[in-house]
């Protein structure tokens, strides 16, 4: 069955970094497009960022843009999210997700 594990998550001043990770079995990790989302508290689930099967085409929110990168390792069954200059607005659970399914999250908090 799907497995979708994320980890990386913290504490961490504005204008701090994390590199989200999130690890892939039983399905076959380089033929699916990967997303991260998140849940800020008192608000649904948003999309943050789409990768391709390859890596190459990448779609961004706009309140992420220019400050987290999305990646991949299709050897290693693993995505990644890496965030800078991160801002207060920027804490949420941050949930990886292949179709339907989801992992458990990690949490991300901003703040001074």
């Known amino acids: 069955q799907v497995q979708l594990v994320e980890s990386g998550g913290g504490l961490v001043q504005p204008g701090g970094s994390l590199r989200l990770s999130c690890a892939a079995s039983?399905?076959?990790?380089?033929?699916?497009?990967m997303s991260w989302y998140r849940q800020a508290p008192g608000k649904e689930r948003e999309l943050v960022a789409v990768?391709?099967?390859?890596?190459?085409?990448?779609y961004y929110a706009d309140s992420v843009k220019g400050r987290f990168t999305i990646s991949r390792d299709n050897a290693k069954n693993t995505m990644y999210l890496q965030m800078n200059s991160l801002k207060p607005e920027d804490t949420a659970v941050y949930y990886c997700?292949?179709?339907?399914?989801w992992g458990q999250g990690t949490q991300v908090t901003i703040s001074s």
């Open positions: 990768i391709n099967t390859f890596g190459v085409g990448t």
């Open positions: 039983g399905f076959a990790f380089s033929s699916h497009g």
């Open positions: 997700s292949e179709g339907d399914s």
